[in-house]
């Protein structure tokens, strides 16, 4: 989701690492005017930077920054000569670690020229027009007067041109820029940002002793933060809530007039649905679940189909073996959650300028802690999402549907900072519990299943680098190459054979073309699967939406609303939200011709969906209203 929960692969923390430091992506394919052509991600070289002692220590020390910039700079440039890379996500993100390392050289015009070579390469309106708002306003202060940011006639001069440079912008086009920006001012201190150093790489730097590229970057950009970010916090946070205050309007939402609700007074048919996700609350749709008349709670497996106690769906473990559990189970966190669902909320306010309870909570609780408490918090995060992310996904399935039914298919993700290695003998089980799973739709009848989830090579990376398995960085590629390799073939295997089935999954929240990056399932080519992107209230991508070739058809997934355990309501954003809301048109369509094929059911949504112009794409907008007269 805009989010920290729409992408399973993507944890809570590496979400809040992203949001506060920023970041940056990391054999060739034959040669193109003297460069090696890149045409995916695997393509480029790994890098990597040995580290002797703690990386959080490591922060504090100017010599050792100094050293790793340097390094990180040369790195990057000569990729940037060798390799010839035409994928602009990936180079907006090279040149952004650049633009990290320039301004930690105060190579101030250097930095300048490359905000602009960043805003060339972004295609999203708002994205374009924020770039570099925060670093240009203090370029210009540092200039007009010659002292640090801690000076009051710095911060004075900043507050000044940041104000300008931001009032001048569309507040139609960046509102939702700048109210996510201030949310993360809001949020971000010391501590936190130490404690991110402390949760996610001191724990790998001891397995590996070394930092591998994305790692050294988030090192460089939080070094940065605490010295030239932090203590400009408050001045941020003044400019932006004036400019927000200013504008009291709403952008408008478009889809409540698109939407359709059918009635339970008609003559439709059933239509059996997969919720296959991180686990789905049952209780909260009692009345709307499959169920197996051939089996009952009892820890036996009544009808021998190898599944036991499945009367209303399937499940497996972080270790893809099959369990009874529907909901992520919360074990020793059980009495945390309430409360932790509760920031995670506030989170999502935070991000989206309400100022509410919840979010005036998080603020209050994250001042309290220490970077040694950051880890545990992170982890309860993680959980929290995957908690309560497939019932909100499964609510979103069924609206405004009282003939969809849901088959829930769990799957589980590690929220832990040291997850489950994903080792070739955990692949061999994953492609089988993908297998497996679609199996079991197929054999009882699912017509639609949602997918709001993805995979990517570099988590079984990071999981083999977290777990010290492998003697060099080498290696661990190798093996994740193997590992990633199983997954996508048993997946994509999985889905190619069972044609009569609807799969609709969604793009990604990581703004980058997914067939670049290899993406599964949001990269896989086949005629029953529909791939989902983002875009906002008023019909604009979001800036998190990743896109591509394959990924055919927008939906709303900005602040919307659905089910979490329990039964209580709470906003997400996300491709996991815009996912199930096309899931749920295509249910609906199913409700009323029962006997259509899944790629017809696709031509429907894709021809009732409106056309809209965005940057140099056009892009089409989910519009139940139109599909369904169209019928």
Not at 183 to 196: A, C, M, P, V, Y
Not at 459 to 481: C, M, P, Q, T
Not at 542 to 551: A, Y
């Amino acid at each position: 989701m805009y989010s920290y929960l729409a992408r399973m692969r993507t944890t809570i923390v590496i979400g809040l690492a992203a949001l506060l430091v920023g970041g940056c992506a990391g054999g060739p394919a034959g040669k193109t005017g003297g460069k090696i052509k890149v045409t995916k991600l695997d393509d480029l070289p790994q890098h990597t930077y040995p580290v002797s002692g703690k990386v959080s220590d490591m922060l504090q020390s100017e010599e050792q920054i100094a050293a790793l910039a340097k390094n990180v700079r040369t790195d990057i440039e000569n990729d940037l000569a060798t390799y010839d890379i035409d994928d602009p996500t990936t180079l907006q993100r090279m040149q952004s670690r650049l633009l990290t390392v320039d301004l930690l050289q105060n190579r101030d015009d250097d930095a300048l020229a490359r905000i602009e070579q960043i805003r060339e390469l972004e295609d999203k309106e708002a994205s374009k027009l924020t770039t570099g708002l925060v670093t240009r306003a203090s370029i210009a202060a540092k200039r007009e007067s010659g002292s640090d940011v801690s000076d009051a006639s710095f911060k004075a001069a900043f507050r000044q041109h940041l104000a300008e440079a931001a009032g001048k912008l569309p507040w139609d086009v960046v509102q939702d820029e700048i109210q996510g920006a201030k949310g993360r001012q809001e949020i971000r201190s010391e501590n936190l940002l130490l404690g991110l150093v402390q949760a996610q790489v001191d724990p790998v730097v001891e397995q590996t002793g070394e930092m591998n590229a994305d790692q050294a970057s988030m090192v460089l950009g939080i070094h940065f933060s605490l010295k030239e970010r932090l203590p400009l916090k408050d001045d941020v946070i003044a400019v932006y809530q004036k400019l927000i205050d200013a504008h009291k309007e709403i952008k408008p939402d478009i889809w409540g007039a698109r939407s359709v609700a059918l009635s339970p007074n008609e003559n439709y048919t059933p239509v059996l649905m997969g919720v296959w996700d991180s686990g789905t609350d049952e209780t909260v749709f009692a009345d709307r679940l499959f169920v197996n008349p051939g089996e009952r709670i009892d820890g036996a497996d009544n009808d021998g189909n190898g599944y036991v106690d499945d009367v209303h769906g399937i499940a497996y473990d972080i270790h893809a073996r099959r369990t009874t559990e529907l909901l992520c189970p919360l074990e020793d966190a059980a009495d945390r959650i309430p409360q932790v669902m509760k920031y995670l909320k506030g989170l999502m306010e935070l991000q989206a300028a309400i100022d509410s309870p919840d979010a005036s909570a998080l603020k209050r609780y994250l001042g309290t802690l220490d970077p040694k408490d950051m880890q545990g918090f992170f982890e309860d995060l993680g959980l929290a999402g995957n908690y309560s992310h497939g019932t909100h996904v499964g609510g979103l399935m069924v609206d405004g549907n009282p003939f969809a039914k849901l088959l829930i298919a769990r799957l589980s993700y590690d929220h832990h900072m040291k997850p489950v290695a994903r080792t070739a003998e955990w692949g061999y089980r994953d492609a089988a519990k993908c297998r497996d799973t679609v199996e079991y739709f197929k054999q009882n009848g699912v017509r639609v299943v949602n997918m709001s989830w993805g995979e990517m090579q570099q988590d079984a990376e990071d999981s083999l680098e977290a777990n010290g398995i492998g003697k060099d960085a080498k290696e661990r590629r190798a093996i994740a190459r193997q590992v990633f390799g199983l997954q996508r073939e048993g997946l994509y295997n999985a889905i190619k054979n069972a044609p009569d089935i609807l799969f609709v999954c969604a793009a990604g929240n990581a703004d980058s073309d997914v067939e670049f990056e290899e993406d599964i399932p949001s990269s896989f080519d086949l005629p029953n699967l529909l791939v989902v992107g983002a875009v906002d209230q008023a019909g604009d991508p979001t800036s998190f939406t990743s896109f591509g070739r394959t990924v055919k058809v927008y939906a709303s997934g900005f602040e919307v609303e659905s089910y979490v355990p329990g039964g209580q309501r709470m906003k997400m954003s996300g491709t996991s939200m815009s996912s199930p809301n096309v899931a749920n048109l295509a249910g609906k369509i199913l409700a009323i011709k029962p006997k259509l094929k899944p790629a017809q059911v696709i031509g429907l949504i894709k021809k009732g969906a409106d056309r809209k112009k965005t940057g140099d794409t056009t892009i089409l907008l989910m519009n139940p209203k139109r599909t369904l007269e169209k019928l």
